[in-house]
C-alpha cells in the first residue's frame, strides 16, 4: 500500500478522482482558522464618563434633598431650646422700603443686624429683653391675616410679654395698608423678599413662634391658633414651659 491509499477515505466518494496526495496538498493549501487570543484587560473609563457620572450621582443627592425639604422636613419654625436668630427689618409703617439685614456679624459691607438701631426699624435683637410672640403670615391669604388679629386682641391681657409681626409682601405699600386696615397696634415687620421667613423655617401661614427672655424658642405652632389657644400658649411661656 502506498502513502496516497492510506488517506483514500478521507475523500467525498467515488466521484472524486483525486490522489490522497493531492487531497493533502489542498488541506495544506487552507487558510488557517483563526484562534481567539488571549483575553484583552477591560479598557479603562474615560474621563468624560467618570465625570458624568458623579454628576449624575450628585444629582441623585441634591434631588433627595430637595424633596425632603419641600416634604415640610425644613419648614418647622425653631425648635424649643434654640436661639432666635438676630434679624432687623423695616416697620411695615415705615419709609424703609429695603430687604432685612439678617446678618449675623458685619461683614460685605453690611453692618450686623444687632447693630441696626433706626427708627422705623424692627430688630429682633431689641424685642428679645423680654418674652416674645412672633408671629409669621405670608401674604395675607386664605384669611391668614387674621391670627393677626387675635394677636391684636389677645396680647392686651399680657403686658410683660412682647409681640411682633412679620408679613412678605411685594411692596411696602401693601404691607402698609394691612397694617393700617386691620389696626394692629404691635410692631409688623415687612420681609420683603422672605430672607427672614426662610431664616426661621417657616413654610406654614401662619407660624407663631414664642420665645422666652434672651430670645430662646419655647416653641413654634404652625397654623391658626384660636384666641383661647393663643392665650394659654402665653400663659405657658409666661411660666416657663415649653408650648404645646
Avoid at 436668630?85 to 423695616?90: D, E, N
Avoid at 387674621?146 to 391684636?152: A, G, K, N, W
Avoid at 409682601?169 to 423678599?193: E, I, Y
Amino acid at each position: 500500500m502506498t502513502s496516497e491509499d492510506r488517506f483514500a477515505d478521507l475523500g467525498p466518494g467515488e466521484e472524486d478522482r483525486r490522489s490522497a496526495a493531492e487531497k493533502l496538498q489542498e488541506l495544506d493549501e487552507r487558510e488557517p482558522e483563526p484562534q481567539p487570543g488571549p483575553p484583552q484587560p477591560p479598557r479603562p473609563a474615560s474621563s468624560y464618563a467618570w465625570v458624568v457620572g458623579i454628576a449624575f450621582v450628585l444629582a441623585i443627592i441634591v434631588a433627595g434633598a430637595n424633596a425632603l425639604r419641600h416634604s415640610g422636613a425644613g419648614y418647622r419654625g425653631i425648635p424649643a431650646g434654640r436661639r432666635l436668630a438676630p434679624f432687623a427689618a423695616p416697620l411695615a409703617t415705615s419709609d424703609h422700603n429695603n430687604d432685612a439685614n439678617i446678618q449675623p456679624r458685619a461683614g460685605g459691607g453690611h453692618p450686623a443686624a444687632c447693630s441696626v438701631h433706626l427708627s422705623g426699624v424692627v430688630n429682633l435683637c431689641d424685642l428679645r429683653a423680654r418674652p416674645l410672640v412672633l408671629t409669621f403670615v405670608a401674604t395675607g391669604g386664605s384669611g391668614c391675616d387674621s391670627q393677626l388679629d387675635r394677636v391684636e386682641r389677645v396680647r392686651r391681657s399680657f403686658p410683660g410679654v412682647g409681640f411682633a409681626g412679620v408679613i412678605s409682601r411685594k411692596s411696602l405699600a401693601d404691607a402698609r395698608n394691612m397694617v393700617v386696615s386691620h389696626g394692629w397696634g404691635f410692631p409688623v415687620a415687612l420681609d420683603r423678599d422672605a430672607a427672614v421667613f426662610n431664616l426661621y423655617g417657616i413654610g406654614d401661614c401662619p407660624t407663631t413662634i414664642f420665645a422666652r427672655r434672651g430670645g430662646i424658642s419655647a416653641g413654634t405652632r404652625r397654623g391658626a391658633l384660636s384666641d383661647a389657644q393663643l392665650a394659654a400658649e402665653i400663659r405657658a411661656l409666661v411660666k416657663g414651659r415649653p408650648v404645646q
